[in-house]
């Protein structure tokens, strides 16, 4: 269905609305947009050529794909389950959550850190069999999910609540087994959503500091001891000053763009058909 467009009038009202929106476009848009030209071209490059740099970034667009794969391999399942059963407690548990976005995300690697730590509960067991998260890639990709998985799972969520119920119950009396209707029926239809929902939660994964300097700061990756983007910013503007972080937060500014680019489009393209 075509969409039409309504224009705001330019009364008093509209004015007022329209200069207020002004003020919030360039409050939000000023920061990206001087960053992102406040270094060359050339100087980009040679930052990107950086060792340091380059390992950082792979790595940490690397963890960020890893957390989303385990997100969508557990978080589609609960994604389904809550759009399609009523149950005692469901919007609590929806609530719950969403609680890693809203928490303090140094509050949140505490909180990993009292569950994957060594001595603790999952972490004792995940030592057992070899797997450690403390200053390992494993910490850095759980610090990930732990605070982008939620994109996920609301985004999935709303779109199987798109999908007809009535579709998969045919699905159903025709002869198909649950996990077929899933497969054929139910999944098709929410592509989008998941699609968008994962990149959502990629692009919160690779801009996560907090989580993941509390449970894994520096870890092994191709044979060095990198730290994840937004830690090695920290780091440079801690150490060297901002003219060495700006170029760093420049080709993640950037890498964000892309992505959230890819989502607006993938969505407009959904909301046109």
Excluded at 126 to 150: N, Q
Excluded at 213 to 241: K, T
Aim: net charge positive; proline share 4%; with cysteine.
């Amino acid at each position: 269905m075509r969409r039409t467009r309504t224009w705001v009038r330019f009364n008093t009202f509209g004015f007022v609305f329209l200069i207020l929106a002004l003020a919030m476009l360039v409050f939000i848009l000023t920061p990206i947009i001087k960053t992102c030209f406040s270094s060359s071209p050339g100087t980009i490059w040679k930052t990107l050529l950086d060792d340091d740099v380059y390992l950082s970034i792979l790595m940490t667009a690397f963890c960020g794909l890893l957390a989303t794969m385990v997100g969508l391999v557990l978080g589609v399942p609960l994604a389904y389950l809550l759009a399609r059963h009523d149950f005692c407690g469901k919007r609590l548990l929806e609530s719950l959550i969403d609680v890693p976005i809203v928490i303090p995300h140094s509050a949140a690697g505490i909180a990993l850190l009292f569950v994957f730590g060594k001595q603790q509960i999952f972490g004792q067991f995940f030592y057992e069999i070899g797997l450690r998260f403390v200053d390992t890639m494993a910490g850095v990709v759980v610090a990930m999910m732990f605070v982008s998985v939620p994109f996920l799972i609301d985004s999935t969520r709303d779109g199987f609540k798109s999908v007809d119920v009535r579709l998969e119950k045919v699905a159903r009396s025709l002869g198909a087994s649950p996990w077929r209707t899933f497969w054929r029926v139910s999944l098709p239809l929410t592509w989008r959503s998941v699609v968008s929902g994962s990149i959502m939660m990629w692009a919160r994964a690779i801009s996560e500091f907090g989580a993941i300097l509390i449970l894994a700061y520096h870890v092994p990756f191709f044979g060095e001891h990198p730290a994840v983007a937004p830690v090695l910013i920290f780091e440079r503007f801690n150490n060297f000053g901002l003219d060495a972080a700006r170029p760093i937060a420049v080709l993640v500014i950037v890498i964000s763009l892309i992505a959230f680019v890819a989502l607006r489009m993938l969505t407009n393209k959904e909301e046109g058909t």
